[in-house]
């Protein structure tokens, strides 16, 4: 859900005074994570993998919507994976800052909001400048425009409304979720949102977009704590499966429950829920050091 899990994982320890969870073990849910988007779209998964493999080969393949769009999923991964190369030791600190965590909510919240607000705007602009286009009874509208043409959008069946600009621009929100506190599907669909991308593209985007830059974290991770994690004993191990097992069944509900929410509704109800959380986060800070 784009209310950002890594903030949770900072906050929820500091809320109940639990030591904060080892990297590694941050690493490991967002993997079960994966695992649940996985789940649900192994099937366009394939035929983007499918039709990338084909297109280094073949060159009329590259003219497949299922080819573009894995070209775009990997131009939107390029950011965040610098940033994690070269600026993640540098932000692991904010991982035991919860006051921290709490003012990024409040930037998710905006960037929901605002992706919303400006999401809403194109599409009208959009809607209103092609011919033949008809406003639904939920407030969305058929189609988006590329070009000078209305693509009607759904990655699940490989029409899309993306190009590069917006790949990038995605990649970007991506990458500022390295701070704890910034949603990555929050940023990354709000950033897509902002340029017109209707909200159920956006949304299949974004979790089609976690695929590959949370493996290669996991990957990351895992090279760098193997000492710890193979070393760990019986207990690590165990902390490791119940964290997997619980991020994974709870990752299928809400990627099932987003797809659901959002063919009808917006996500500012999420952005409530962060500047709350935020608030709450603040004030009992402030109580435990007034008492």
């Not at 003219?63 to 769009?69: A, G």
């Not at 999923?73 to 600190?93: K, T, V, W």
């Not at 008809?134 to 189609?143: A, L, N, P």
């Not at 701070?179 to 599907?185: C, M």
Request: proline share 3%; charged share 15%; with cysteine.
């Amino acid at each position: 859900m784009p209310i950002s899990s890594s903030g949770h994982l900072v906050i929820f320890p500091y809320l109940f005074r639990w030591e904060s969870p080892p990297l590694y073990f941050i690493v490991t849910v967002h993997f079960a994570t994966l695992a649940s988007v996985v789940t649900v779209f192994y099937r366009e998964i394939y035929r983007i993998i499918k039709a990338v493999i084909l297109g280094i080969f073949i060159k009329n393949k590259r003219k497949s919507n299922n080819f573009k769009l894995g070209i775009f999923l990997i131009i939107a991964s390029i950011p965040a994976a610098i940033a994690g190369f070269f600026l993640d030791d540098y932000f692991e600190g904010l991982f035991t800052k919860p006051l921290a965590a709490a003012g990024f909510l409040l930037v998710t919240a905006l960037f929901l909001w605002l992706g919303e607000l400006r999401g809403k705007k194109v599409e009208k602009k959009m809607a209103g400048d092609a011919p033949g286009t008809k406003k639904t009874m939920d407030g969305d509208y058929s189609g988006i425009t590329a070009g000078n043409r209305i693509i009607k959008g759904d990655i699940g069946n490989g029409k899309i409304g993306f190009n590069s600009l917006i790949a990038i621009m995605t990649g970007i929100g991506q990458a500022l979720a390295i701070f704890p506190g910034v949603s990555r599907s929050g940023a990354t669909i709000s950033f897509a949102r902002f340029y017109g991308i209707k909200r159920v593209e956006a949304v299949r985007f974004s979790f089609l977009l976690s695929v590959p830059i949370i493996f290669g974290s996991f990957v990351f991770e895992l090279y760098r704590s193997s000492d710890i994690i193979f070393n760990g004993g019986i207990q690590v191990g165990q902390n490791l499966a119940a964290g997997f097992i619980a991020a994974y069944s709870a990752g299928l509900l809400a990627v099932k429950f987003i797809i659901f929410l959002t063919r009808k509704r917006n996500l500012n109800i999420f952005a409530i829920y962060c500047v709350c959380l935020a608030l709450a986060v603040a004030g009992f800070y402030l109580i435990s050091k007034i008492i």
